[in-house]
Every structure is written in C-alpha cells, then in structure tokens.
C-alpha cells in the first residue's frame, strides 16, 4: 500500500504544477455522454490524463480522457472527464485510481455520474435518478487486499454511502430548478454486454432500480477515503420486457440529451453545500 500512496503523492504532485497549487473541494467524475459540464468551468486548467502520472486512459467511446480544474458555482472543483471501466482489462486499483488522486488533494465531497437501465415502471429515457444504495455484483471489490490504515479504515461502514445530507441538497436543488427528484438503488455488474432479460429480472428482484457497469468501485474507494458520495444516474433506456434491444449509440443519443438538466441539477448543487 505504500507503492499506492506513492503513485498518488506523483500523480497529485503533477496536478499541483500544472495547476499552480489549486485547492479542490470537490470532485466529479462524469459518466457516458454527461462530460459537457467540464466545459463549464471558470478559469479552467485541463490535464489530459496522459500528462498525469499512474493515471489510465479509457478506450469506450463517449469517454474523454482529461480532468479539468476551476470554479463552478462558486467552488473549487476538479473534473474528471471520462472513466475507465472494469470491462476494459483495468484492476480494480487502477479504475479507482483518480478517487485516490482527490484523496491525495484533499477534495471533501465527490459528484459521481453515470449512464444506467431503468428497472422500474416509473422511470424513463432522461431521467435523472439520485442514487440512495447501491448493489456491488461486479464479483470484485477495489478495497480487496492489505490495508493502508493511512487512507482509510480495514471495514469502512456503508451505512451512510450516499450521504443522506447531501441527498437532501440535491432534492432541494431539483425543486429550485422545477424538476421532481426521483430516487433509487443502482445495480453495478461488470459488462461489457447489456444484460439478458433473466439478468434484467434477477437484478430487479433483488432491490435495484437502474443497473451500469461502472460507479461502485470509486464510491467503495470514496467511502474508505472518508469523502462524501453524491451519485446522480441517467436513466438511458428502460427494460420493462423481454425483446427489448440496447445499442451503446443510443445510450450516448440519451446522455447527451439529458446533460443540460444534469449541468443544472450540479450547479445548483453546488451552489447550496456547505462542507
């Protein structure tokens, strides 16, 4: 573990220079087709990931590899802007890297999107769903290992995962904003393919509402790290029935719509935490 608190000290040292010691409070990590909120910063400083040392780069389409820093909404944020994925070969480790990077720059609380299935009657193409709980089937777990007590405790609690106060933010956000706040459980499972239908129903049974194949590994490395978890998932398609078909083209159609209203729902956001 001390190999990994070296990596993150090069990787935060980089960042510091090319930044000129900017001072982050929070940290997104935008998901499938949501990057356009990156090009909202004030001031901004973008790194692309290449330039930052241990940091790997994503090879999914509609997944940019730069992480930008400055203001919005009058806080210090850094932006990644497009992950890597279990699917794509990485550890664990690495795809929870960046989590590890905000850790090293001291970010208190962290924004996670991502793109999802809709699992539940009422949920449709666009919306944006506050994510509550989550379940971990990916089989794997980032925190797997021995543990450096210096980041983050053996047993993290996960009572609190998604942090009710900060919940309570974003459901008052949505209100300023007119938009009624949807809230659910999110089904991580390790892609690349969509699911089956028999998947689909497991999944629903057992207590989830969108399903992804990513955001359950850097919210575990969040937690461990002590930093407050906000998760935001934007329903892409729903899978109500069997024969219903999935295209990754579609996915991004539907992010890339649903961003504007994601961008306000963050700034908003943003704007009302006190941490």
Do not use: W
């Amino acid at each position: 573990m001390k190999e990994l608190r070296r990596m993150m000290n090069e990787a935060a040292e980089a960042i510091n220079k090319k930044s000129n010691g900017f001072k982050p409070e929070i940290g997104l990590i935008l998901g499938s087709g949501l990057g356009n909120l990156a090009n909202e910063l004030e001031d901004a400083i973008e790194i692309p990931y290449t330039d930052i040392p241990n940091m790997k780069v994503s090879t999914v389409q509609g997944h940019a590899g730069s992480l930008f820093l400055g203001k919005l909404s009058g806080k210090n944020v850094m932006v990644f802007k497009g992950r890597i994925h279990y699917y794509e070969g990485h550890s664990m480790k690495e795809i929870t890297f960046l989590v590890r990077i905000m850790q090293a720059l001291g970010v208190k609380a962290m924004v996670v999107t991502n793109a999802s299935g809709g699992l539940r009657a009422d949920l449709r193409p666009g919306d944006l769903l506050i994510m509550d709980d989550h379940i971990n089937l990916m089989g794997d777990n980032p925190l797997i290992g021995i543990n450096d007590p210096e980041l983050g405790p053996r047993f993290p609690d996960m009572s609190n995962t998604y942090d009710r106060e900060l919940r309570t933010v974003v459901a008052k956000a949505c209100e300023a904003l007119g938009i009624v706040p949807k809230f659910g459980s999110y089904c991580a499972v390790t892609g690349p393919n969509y699911e089956t239908f028999a998947e689909v129903n497991y999944i629903r049974n057992i207590g989830a509402d969108v399903v992804g194949m990513s955001t359950v590994p850097e919210v575990l490395v969040a937690v461990h790290a002590g930093i407050r978890v906000i998760g935001i998932s934007c329903v892409t398609d729903v899978i109500h029935a069997a024969g219903v078909e999935v295209t990754h083209d579609e996915v991004l159609k539907v992010a890339d719509e649903a961003g504007p209203k994601l961008a306000k729902i963050v700034r908003e956001t943003l704007k009302q935490i006190q941490l």
